[in-house]
């Protein structure tokens, strides 16, 4: 059962998939269902022998595109509504023990054409209005299939913090005629401290305003809405500045840098974004310190407001040391 039910106080939809909770399938310790299908061996949820990228529908989804019309639960202050919507596996590689960041840069190439292709395949569906691209890495996330890959929900509403964003640059254009993020980045570039990667064409840098110690954000020079709007040159220097952050995660601590990653662009909902929307990727990494993790308690979590212990200046200028060579 798919099922959204809205939070009037908080003006925002809950998604119920209780069947999730039915998954009878829990493959051995040492079966990895995102490998290959080897000759005579499990059938995986891949069944071919070899593969560089391959893109599946979660089989047990958040949301799923033939969600039936909730059936009379609700009432006028918590309206219920389908939870129409695609959920994709995005694998990164056939090899296990391999993570984005130790890819070559040509797979990362290619992965960025698979965003671009399912961002426009899903976010052209009628039901969908954003298609949500992310990863999970790492036990510190919660995750508990190691083999490297991501996430793309394609929802059926715009969620509420892209929404937010959405509507303070909606409001910044409004007021200034100018895209917010390019403002942002703009000053990010002009004061130089928290930059931490440049490409010709994307920048890598701590927002003034992170939420986690080591949060990076990687934005794209030009205002283009969305990753179908980059172009060749583009995708190729996106691959190379997140290649190069990746790199310089994994050194800050000597270890496989656990993070969440998340795409920011513009919503598929048939609306006007030019100008509001920036395509940008955020990188919020848990850890503060090798062994300290920052957790989402009390404030965070029920208040909405991050207390966070030592600033983006100094973050910033331990991450652009690790990557080494880069930015200003
Ligand atoms: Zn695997
Ligand atoms: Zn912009
Ligand atoms: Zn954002």
């Known amino acids: 059962m798919n099922q959204l039910r809205w939070d009037p106080t908080l003006g925002e939809w809950v998604a119920y998939a209780t069947h999730r909770q039915d998954r009878t399938f829990l493959p051995p310790a040492e079966y990895c269902p995102l490998d290959p299908t ?3 061996g499990f059938p995986t949820e891949v069944p071919r022998e070899s593969y560089d990228i391959a893109v599946f529908e979660n089989k047990f989804p958040s949301f799923t595109p033939d969600a039936p019309e909730p059936d009379g639960e609700g009432g006028a202050l918590t309206p219920t509504a389908a939870g129409r919507g695609i959920c994709e596996v995005v694998l990164y590689s056939e090899d296990h023990y391999s993570t984005l960041a130790t890819m070559p840069e040509g797979r990362i190439r290619d992965l960025v054409e698979v965003w671009a292709d399912r961002y426009g395949e899903l976010g052209a569906l009628p039901y969908v209005e954003y298609v949500f691209i992310f990863e999970n890495k790492g036990e510190a996330i919660g995750v508990t299939l190691h083999h490297p890959h991501g996430q793309i929900y394609a929802y059926p509403f715009v969620p509420p913090r892209p929404k937010k964003e959405l509507e303070a640059a909606r409001e910044h254009r409004d007021g200034t005629g100018n895209c917010l993020h390019c403002d942002l ?3 990010e570039l002009e004061d130089g401290r ?3 990667a440049e490409g010709e064409h994307f920048v890598a840098f701590v927002p003034f305003y992170a ?3 080591y949060e990076a954000h990687v934005y794209t020079r030009r205002c283009a809405p969305s990753i179908s709007d980059l172009g060749a040159a583009e995708r190729r220097d996106l691959a190379r500045v997140l290649k190069r952050l990746l790199v310089g995660y994994d050194d800050l ?3 496989s840098l656990p993070y969440m990653m998340v ?3 513009a919503p598929t909902d048939g609306g006007d974004h030019e100008g509001v929307a920036h ?3 955020e990188f919020y990494p ?6 300290k993790l920052k957790y989402l308690a009390g404030s965070e979590t029920g208040a909405g407001a991050f207390v966070v212990d030592v600033l983006p200046e100094n973050t910033a200028g331990t991450l652009r040391k690790a990557i080494g060579g880069a930015g200003a």
């Open 38 to 40: 080897k000759p005579g």
């Open 185 to 187: 980045l703009a000053g």
């Open 194 to 196: 928290r930059v931490v």
């Open 211 to 213: 939420h986690f110690p």
């Open 253 to 255: 601590f000597g270890f």
């Open 263 to 265: 795409m920011h662009q």
């Open 279 to 281: 395509f940008h990727i």
């Open 286 to 291: 848990p850890n503060r310190t090798a062994d």
